[in-house]
T-cell receptor, first 113, second 113 residues
Framework: AQSVSQHNHHVILSEAASLELGCNYSYGGTVNLFWYVQYPGQHLQLLLKYFSGDPLVKGIKGFEAEFIKSKFSFNLRKPSVQWSDTAEYFCAVNFYNTDKLIFGTGTRLQVFP | DVKVTQSSRYLVKRTGEKVFLECVQDMDHENMFWYRQDPGLGLRLIYFSYDVKMKEKGDIPEGYSVSREKKERFSLILESASTNQTSMYLC????????????FGEGSWLTVV
């Protein structure tokens, strides 16, 4: 079955620390990959997405993600987090020729000043 | 900007009641989705629709039905609400075609007592 795994459920960091959130998916075919963010009390917003081309994708607010096909991974990174990055982060995968997004269970990030 | 509007942010219903959650999008998108979001489980797809009057079951359709009579409107129906349907419900829409970004509404918090 197609699935998406996020192994970090809760991450706590101090401001200026570096961030890496893991995301792995189960399917070996063509995929489109997304990271969404949900700030407290707000709706889900797209952070970045990968369809094809350069496997290193840059998104909003200084986030980037790298698609490693051989590892079925799409990890999210940010070199220096801010308090305002406190949110829940969801990895999502759109398996080829479907319009459905399958989400991971989410990672709650807390950043302390 | 794409706008996905969910009619109710907070609802409290009694067990056995019939519940309607309404969603409207203003971008002429072909696809519309209903997810539920629960802590530790991420987002799970209930139903989606790729055209007017067309629908497909997602991963957890039991206890739910949907209606799409007009392109811009997608309704989620709980025929007989139960306490295990207490959750955050998210509506989303996307253009047709592979891998397009999905846009989310702000969510509806449903409590069934």
């Amino acid at each position: 079955a197609q699935s998406v795994s996020q192994h970090n459920h809760h991450v706590i960091l101090s401001e200026a620390a570096s961030l890496e959130l893991g995301c792995n998916y189960s399917y070996g075919g063509t995929v489109n990959l997304f990271w969404y963010v949900q700030y407290p009390g707000q709706h889900l917003q797209l952070l970045l997405k990968y369809f094809s081309g350069d496997p290193l994708v840059k998104g909003i607010k200084g986030f980037e993600a790298e698609f490693i096909k051989s590892k079925f991974s799409f990890n999210l990174r940010k070199p220096s987090v801010q308090w305002s990055d406190t949110a829940e982060y969801f990895c999502a995968v759109n398996f080829y020729n479907t319009d459905k997004l399958i989400f991971g269970t989410g990672t709650r990030l807390q950043v302390f000043p | 900007d794409v706008k996905v509007t969910q009619s109710s942010r907070y609802l409290v219903k009694r067990t056995g009641e019939k519940v309607f959650l309404e969603c409207v999008q203003d971008m002429d998108h072909e696809n519309m989705f209903w997810y539920r979001q629960d802590p530790g489980l991420g987002l799970r797809l209930i139903y989606f629709s790729y055209d007017v009057k067309m629908k497909e079951k997602g991963d957890i359709p039991e206890g739910y039905s949907v209606s799409r009579e007009k392109k811009e409107r997608f309704s989620l129906i709980l025929e007989s609400a139960s306490t295990n349907q207490t959750s955050m419900y998210l509506c989303a829409s996307s253009p047709g075609g592979n891998g397009n970004t999905i846009y989310f509404g702000e969510g509806s918090w449903l409590t069934v007592v």
